[in-house]
């Protein structure tokens, strides 16, 4: 079966970083991917890692163990506008398949 | 604008309509997906297609449920004799070809779907 966790929701302070865990096990894997939600709002795309190792982008990072199963979205300098919720998608294999989306970590900038 | 759009944005419907939605994709990419939305949860995938054939359909894709994407370009999802279950967020995404550079989803702002 397909399995993605992520914590449910997190804080953290204006300024500082936090970094948001996905853990999962597919049958597959052709690539991790990091979206981010505001509410009412589609997810739009942050970061995609397909090789172990860091992609960095500005102030979102990402980082990818695929013998772990594990991946971590850091958001760093953390802004009010932050404020959203984070999905971790894998695509389980090269082809045409949909990503299977973790339920979201709905993280709160707080003042 | 060129990334995917999405019509309407929000539907109210009587238990036992049946509703239409559009999706208009990113003009040079020939993968659409629909998935559902509902809240606290991550999007599920639904169907998709690739230029106009549908090539798989989830289970969560019931027989009232049907999909279609005649030329190619955009798609309807159609659900018949709506219940309140179908209630939530239709989001539809697209996808450029095979070998292209950045080869991810690229998400319409959704259609919320509310079901009395």
């Known amino acids: 079966g397909q399995n993605i966790d992520q914590p449910t929701e997190m804080t953290a302070t204006e300024g500082a970083i936090v970094q948001i865990n996905c853990t999962y096990q597919t049958s597959g894997f052709n690539g991790l991917f990091w979206y981010q939600q505001h509410a009412g709002e589609a997810p739009t795309f942050l970061s995609y890692?397909?090789?172990?190792g860091l992609e960095e982008k500005g102030r979102f990072s990402s980082f990818l163990s695929r013998s772990k199963g594990y991946s971590y979205l850091l958001l760093k300098e953390l802004q009010m506008k932050d404020s959203a919720s984070y999905l971790c998608a894998v695509r389980d294999d090269s082809g045409n398949t949909p990503l299977v989306f973790g339920k979201g970590t709905r993280l709160s900038v707080i003042a | 604008d060129t990334g995917v759009s999405q019509d309407p944005r929000h539907k109210i419907t009587k238990r036992g309509q049946n509703v239409t939605f559009r999706c208009d994709p990113i003009s040079e990419h020939n993968r659409l997906y629909w998935y559902r939305q509902t809240l606290g949860q991550g999007p599920e995938f639904l169907t998709y297609f690739q230029n106009e054939a549908q090539l798989e359909k989830s289970r969560l894709l019931s027989d009232r449920f049907s999909a279609e994407r005649p030329k190619g370009s955009f798609s309807t999802l159609e659900i018949q004799r709506t219940e309140q279950g179908d209630s939530a967020m239709y989001l539809c995404?697209?996808?450029?070809?095979?070998?292209?550079?950045?080869?991810?989803?690229?998400f319409g702002p959704g259609t919320r779907l509310t079901v009395l």
């Open positions: 995404a697209s996808r450029p070809r095979q070998g292209a550079v950045t080869d991810t989803q690229y």
């Open positions: 890692n397909v090789l172990d």
